[in-house]
């Protein structure tokens, strides 16, 4: 883009956005800004995004390279770039239909987790219109590989919604995230390639640098959905000792880092907080749980459920000399935080709006095998 197209972009968004900043930035000097929106076309503008942890957006029918055609979000033209840039920065919608903040003390200070949820998946006994009853099962599609929601409308809209969070208050800090990882299926002979393509499409975007699965399951379980209509639905505990870290993140892998686990569908938030209590265990400085669905559904007698003033229940994880973890009888271990927060979007979230009002251009899949050389 030669300096006169900068110049006159810059004045075209400070025009339709009094109240942002814009600027005409190098490549070269593009380094530590937290709150960033690349809108490019070469490996350059992919390269600065990643290092600045920003949102990577191309507008359809531009010449672009591979790597930005791979990994930039394919906005279907002009007019829906200025829609999409005025919901994620004007716009009422809330970035997550469930949110719920775990605040632990530490030496340091109080340190905040936090366990989301995209958009609301429940269609059976919930107060939907048709139309919107059309929208849920349209992400449900896109997460089985299916219908007009692709995968790449998934990815896009989760990551609208974890910058509109950071461009906002960055109330969920994903860019301290220095590891990426997704929930293994409760079926540990299955491969969940849509969660791993779009944990994988995160770790290169925001610079990740293990492409090593975060966890592995050793054996089957039963999943937390599953069970009659009075049945407590299994605790975190029952993951173990099915649920167990990667071989690179064994041996203090993970100490000391800020880490964010993807899953498909949150319940009850009972395989969640296994793996952040297994993370918290393992040592991480801090752990986001993010599911793209989100169930919201009443506790049963005697389940577990995240409840705001409560302190989280600790597991006592124990590791043996090969680093595998089971659930122990006692003894000390970090403290795993109270419920400081928690709240139920009530209308339609941002992820929904982006999807249905077709801002973006879809592919037929993400990228299951990426090349990082060079990005990561």
Not at 143 to 163: D, M, P, W, Y
């Amino acid at each position: 883009m030669s300096g006169e197209q900068a110049n006159s972009a810059v004045s075209t968004l400070k025009s339709a956005f009094p109240g942002l900043a814009v600027n005409v930035v190098q490549r070269n000097q593009a380094k530590n800004m937290k709150k960033l929106i690349v809108v490019g076309c070469v490996d350059e503008d992919l390269y600065v995004a990643s290092r600045n942890k920003g949102m990577l957006l191309c507008v359809q029918g531009v010449k672009a390279s591979e790597n930005i055609r791979k990994y930039a979000m394919m906005v279907h033209n002009g007019n829906m770039l200025h829609r999409l840039l005025n919901m994620m920065l004007e716009g009422t919608e809330s970035p997550w239909y469930t949110f719920t903040k775990i605040t632990r003390k530490c030496a340091g200070g109080p340190v905040h987790d936090y366990v989301v949820s995209l958009y609301n998946a429940r269609t059976r006994w919930a107060p939907y219109t048709d139309e919107e009853k059309r929208v849920v099962h349209a992400w449900q599609n896109g997460l089985k590989g299916s219908g007009r929601v692709s995968q790449n409308a998934l990815v896009t809209s989760l990551v609208a919604a974890c910058l509109v969070g950071s461009l906002r208050d960055n109330e969920l800090g994903l860019n301290e995230v220095q590891d990426w990882g997704f929930m293994p299926s409760s079926e540990h002979t299955s491969e969940n390639t849509t969660l791993r393509a779009i944990k994988e499409w995160f770790r290169i975007v925001f610079n990740g640098r293990k492409s090593e699965d975060l966890f592995v399951r050793t054996n089957s379980r039963r999943r937390s959905h599953y069970g009659g209509p009075a049945e407590p639905r299994p605790g975190p505990a029952t993951q173990f000792p099915s649920l167990q870290l990667g071989k690179r993140y064994r041996s203090g892998g993970i100490r000391g880092r800020v880490v964010c686990v993807i899953d498909d569908y949150l319940t009850i938030g009972a395989s969640m907080e296994a793996a952040r209590q297994l993370l918290l265990a393992a040592g991480a400085k801090r752990v986001v749980c993010i599911a793209l669905g989100g169930f919201n559904r009443q506790k049963r007698r005697g389940e577990f459920a995240y409840t705001k003033g409560t302190p989280v229940t600790r597991l006592c994880l124990e590791f043996d000399d090969e680093d595998n973890v089971q659930v122990g009888t006692g003894g000390d271990g970090p403290d795993v935080g109270t419920v400081t927060e928690q709240r139920t979007c009530s209308g339609t979230t941002l992820a929904q709006c982006c999807v249905d009002s077709g801002i973006f251009s879809t592919r037929a899949q993400m990228p299951q095998r990426v090349d990082n050389a060079g990005v990561a």
